[in-house]
């Protein structure tokens, strides 16, 4: 076996690979294909499916039905994105740059609430922004809110929501870029009479971009999939996302066609601004800071 | 930079309110950062501060008066014990399965050069990529399409794909720092190929299969979305929560996420700790 393996030495990569990439390929890439296949079927769950091409109509019928979500979707995603990395960016400068011998702790706190349950966290936020809860509610015994003021089931609480969700992702990122800045290079700057602003938008920021991509597209991507922060913080029809529809009309309805066109247009989306991204960074870049 | 702090001229000049300005200015970066790790630290807070609540109702929500009745009867919610074990049972089996799946593509691809790397890559990369409701669904579209029923089974195979991406990229890079040379002298000594593997390698990559097992592990014990479209009547931890959502969740749900996060926390430190042994000895 051995001297076998030696003679064809080339094939050991592939014999390495091989059991994981066809777990893959059965329970990632066929689903897939299923999943556009079956994008483009009719019927029912109880009298059966049968796919046609004509039935190109649930990507339309889709996209207008649910034009409000997606736009919603897209409106909620960035704005999660962009609150995340506003939080993101000076805690991850502060880590990488001033921390010093806190540097492990911090990076700890920031990963540590996310060791506990996703859902126990949305539930905390839910007892936190209640109308009651404890924000809202010492501030209108105090009458400095009126009684009538939510943020529970609005928009701002499903974005918030998202926000700390996926805040790790836009933090990690950033800070890994941050600390693979040479220094010297810094103060190579100061000794050229840089201001502090000018060193900081000439060196940091622009060393910082790849850590910067990677946790916009990280935290993004999934804040367009999510339906959970919508559900349990947003609560009315009105701050619904894309996730919750294909969720509904596949769990509740069984509407398959339909979600599988909502989902292939999900991912399709998605795919095109991986696509680009790759494209600009490398494939190795991308898995290096995914991970 | 650094230097800042220690300027003389930030001393006492000034009224009390300049005095504060100029303390918050110098300081400001390390205020947003406490206030960051306050708001990232106070949901898990609320969570730990309300398994000892005892709550009027159903719901868990408002705070009524402490109490240790939800620790001393934890598994007091029917179906809340055989939740936890049906997580407990996908996360070992989902994680063995994907941690050797996820190791052997991480050494093909760290410690070979050969054709098809860069779609091996990809291939890994895209579940990562792929949102988890798509993944759940077009899993379920699978599942529906070839009649498959769903069950802890479907559970088992979906958390084993979804898991396989990320103990890759965690063996990879723990890999990249790997000095071939120690393999080469083990050789030069003598030793057959399998002696040095099980004598320098897998020791040296050990820590990275357990760093990789461990995310694995947390990943499938969290995950909803995806168990959610291929659990069938299966209920899973966070499938059970969720549940709860809709009529109350109990108290007990808060016990549970406080002993996971309290577990976790602590084999973090305890493995901190044992590198540091490990590098003063």
Redesign the interface.
């Known amino acids: 076996m051995?001297a076998l393996l030696r003679r064809y030495h080339?094939i050991?990569?592939?014999l390495?690979?091989t059991?994981?990439?066809i777990?893959?390929?059965i329970?990632?890439?066929?689903?897939?294909i299923?999943?556009f296949?079956?994008s483009f079927w009719s019927g029912s769950?109880e009298h059966g499916f049968t796919f046609s091409l004509a039935n190109v109509h649930n990507y339309t019928d889709g996209l207008s039905r649910y034009q409000e979500q997606i736009v919603r979707s897209v409106f909620f995603a960035a704005a999660a994105t962009i609150a995340t990395f506003l939080?993101s960016f000076?805690?991850a400068?502060?880590?990488a740059?001033?921390a010093g011998q806190y540097k492990?702790l911090?990076l700890?706190?920031?990963i540590?609430?996310f060791?506990?349950?996703?859902?126990?966290?949305v539930?905390?936020?839910?007892?936190?922004l209640?109308d009651?809860?404890?924000l809202l509610g010492p501030l209108k015994s105090a009458g400095l809110v009126s009684d009538d003021v939510r943020i529970l089931a609005t928009p701002v609480a499903v974005i918030s929501g998202i926000a700390?969700n996926f805040?790790p992702f836009m933090t990690l990122p950033i800070y890994v870029s941050l600390e693979k800045i040479d220094k010297r290079l810094?103060e190579a700057g100061q000794d050229l009479y840089a201001t502090?602003w000018s060193a900081f938008r000439k060196i940091t920021l622009p060393l910082a971009l790849p850590g910067i991509f990677a946790g916009t597209?990280l935290t993004f991507?999934?804040a367009?999939?999510?339906?959970?922060n919508a559900e349990?913080l947003g609560q009315t029809p009105a701050t619904k996302m894309i996730?919750n529809v294909?969720?509904s009309r596949?769990?509740v309805n069984n509407d398959?066609p339909t979600?599988?066109a909502l989902?292939f247009i999900?991912?399709a989306g998605?795919?095109v601004a991986?696509a680009v991204y790759a494209r600009l960074l490398g494939?190795?870049e991308?898995?290096?800071s995914?991970? | 930079m650094t230097t800042v702090a220690l300027q003389p001229a930030a001393r006492s000049h000034g009224t009390p309110a300049q005095r504060i300005r100029r303390w918050l200015g110098h300081n400001a970066l390390f205020v947003y950062t406490f206030a960051a790790i306050v708001y990232l630290m106070l949901p898990i807070a609320v969570m730990i501060l309300f398994s000892f609540n005892r709550p009027a109702g159903k719901s868990n929500f408002a705070w009524r008066e402490f109490s240790f009745d939800a620790w001393l009867n934890p598994f007091a919610p029917l179906g809340l014990s055989d939740a936890v074990m049906a997580s407990l049972r996908i996360a070992f089996i989902s994680t063995i399965v994907a941690t050797i799946l996820g190791t052997l593509i991480g050494l093909g691809l760290t410690r070979y050069v050969f054709r098809g790397r860069a779609a091996t890559n990809l291939i890994i990369f895209l579940p990562m990529a792929t949102p988890e409701i798509v993944l759940g669904a077009s899993l379920l579209t699978l599942f529906v399409s070839i009649g498959m029923a769903r069950n802890e089974l479907t559970i088992l195979i979906a958390h084993i794909m979804f898991n396989i991406s990320y103990v890759v990229v965690t063996i990879r890079a723990r890999l990249a720092g790997f000095d071939r040379r120690l393999e080469e002298a083990a050789m030069d000594l003598g030793a057959t190929e399998m002696v040095t593997f099980w004598k320098v390698t897998f020791p040296l990559i050990f820590p990275g299969i357990l760093a990789a097992a461990m995310l694995a592990f947390s990943l499938s014990i969290d995950d909803f979305v995806i168990t959610n479209f291929t659990a069938g009547s299966t209920v899973t931890l966070p499938m059970y929560i969720y549940g709860a959502t809709r009529i109350g969740v109990p108290v007990q749900v808060n016990v549970i996420g406080t002993i996971i996060f309290g577990t976790a926390v602590g084999a973090v430190l305890l493995s901190t700790l044992l590198q540091r042994r490990d590098r003063a000895a």
């Open positions: 051995t080339f050991v990569p592939y390495l690979l059991p994981g990439l777990w893959l390929a329970f990632y890439i066929y689903p897939s299923q999943m296949i079956s769950l939080i000076p805690l400068y502060t880590i740059f001033r492990n911090l700890f706190l920031v540590a609430p060791f506990t349950s996703f859902l126990l966290r539930i905390s936020w839910r007892t936190i209640g009651d809860g404890l700390y805040l810094l502090p597209l991507i999934p367009m999939g999510d339906y959970v349990l996730g294909v969720q596949f769990l398959y979600a599988a989902s999900l991912m998605i795919l991986v494939t190795e991308l898995m290096s995914a991970g």
